[in-house]
């Protein structure tokens, strides 16, 4: 069976005498110009003018940090789904009811893509994208952040953390209910119960 192909006419590119002249494309441009000179200029003098981010942005990923202690359950997914292998952990058991912690938490960010792979993957919102985009680092050794440089209170990141609870999903809790308590070794739902939330709903 022959492929047909169907070609354009010789007349597709031919320009008309008007479209030669090239006027239209420069009027209009003109006109774009000359409306933009009484709008009010959007440009920030940075970095004397902080920038205003939305809690959409995705910075620089930090620990979520909750009653002192790291909410993350050295589950390993965000290791696992990182495309540049930026994040290197070791878990390490615990007495805490979640059994285990991460006794070595780090992240390459000359590595890291900002993608924010870490942060959808994970199970108890324990590693969040910050609005931090500001900072500097000399040398390769600097570039590697400890746990301890990674850990953020939750008070401030509690945008970014509102933000993916809105946005995350939209339909959860609507077709299906849970109790909380049946999920208590979760860092997550133990805090969501000292807030009074029993049901997800």
Same mark, same amino acid.
């Given at each position: 069976?022959?492929?047909?192909?169907?070609? #354009?006419?010789?007349?597709?590119?031919?320009?008309?005498?008007?479209?030669?002249?090239?006027?239209?494309?420069?009027? %209009? &441009?003109?006109?774009?110009?000359?409306?933009?000179?009484?709008?009010?200029? +959007?440009?920030?003098?940075?970095?004397?003018?902080?920038?205003?981010?939305?809690?959409?942005?995705? &910075?620089?990923?930090?620990?979520? #940090?909750?009653?002192?202690?790291?909410?993350?359950?050295?589950?390993?997914?965000?290791?696992?789904?990182?495309?540049?292998?930026?994040?290197?952990?070791?878990?390490? =058991?615990?007495?805490?009811?979640?059994?285990?912690?991460? #006794?070595?938490?780090?992240?390459?960010?000359?590595?890291?893509?900002?993608? &924010?792979?870490?942060?959808?993957?994970?199970?108890?919102?324990?590693?969040?994208?910050?609005?931090?985009?500001?900072?500097?680092?000399?040398?390769?050794? =600097?570039?590697?952040?400890?746990?301890?440089?990674?850990?953020?209170?939750?008070?401030?990141?509690?945008?970014?953390?509102?933000?993916?609870?809105?946005?995350?999903?939209?339909?959860?809790?609507?077709?299906?209910? +849970?109790?909380?308590?049946?999920?208590?070794?979760?860092?997550? #739902?133990? %805090?969501?119960?000292?807030? &009074?939330?029993?049901?997800?709903?």
């Amino acid at each position: 069976m022959a492929i047909q192909i169907r070609t #354009a006419s010789p007349d597709e590119r031919r320009l008309t005498w008007w479209d030669r002249l090239y006027l239209p494309a420069v009027f %209009s &441009g003109l006109a774009y110009t000359f409306r933009r000179l009484f709008m009010k200029p +959007f440009t920030v003098q940075y970095p004397e003018e902080p920038i205003e981010l939305g809690p959409e942005f995705r &910075g620089r990923p930090v620990l979520v #940090a909750e009653n002192g202690k790291e909410r993350c359950v050295a589950c390993g997914l965000c290791a696992r789904v990182c495309p540049p292998f930026a994040i290197h952990m070791q878990a390490a =058991e615990t007495d805490d009811p979640k059994e285990r912690y991460p #006794a070595i938490f780090e992240i390459n960010m000359l590595r890291c893509i900002y993608c &924010g792979l870490c942060e959808d993957v994970c199970p108890e919102e324990a590693i969040v994208m910050s609005p931090e985009y500001d900072f500097v680092f000399r040398t390769r050794e =600097e570039a590697i952040y400890t746990k301890e440089k990674l850990l953020v209170d939750k008070k401030d990141l509690e945008h970014r953390l509102r933000w993916l609870k809105k946005m995350r999903n939209t339909q959860f809790g609507k077709r299906f209910r +849970f109790r909380v308590a049946n999920n208590i070794h979760s860092v997550k #739902a133990r %805090s969501m119960m000292k807030e &009074g939330e029993e049901v997800v709903s």
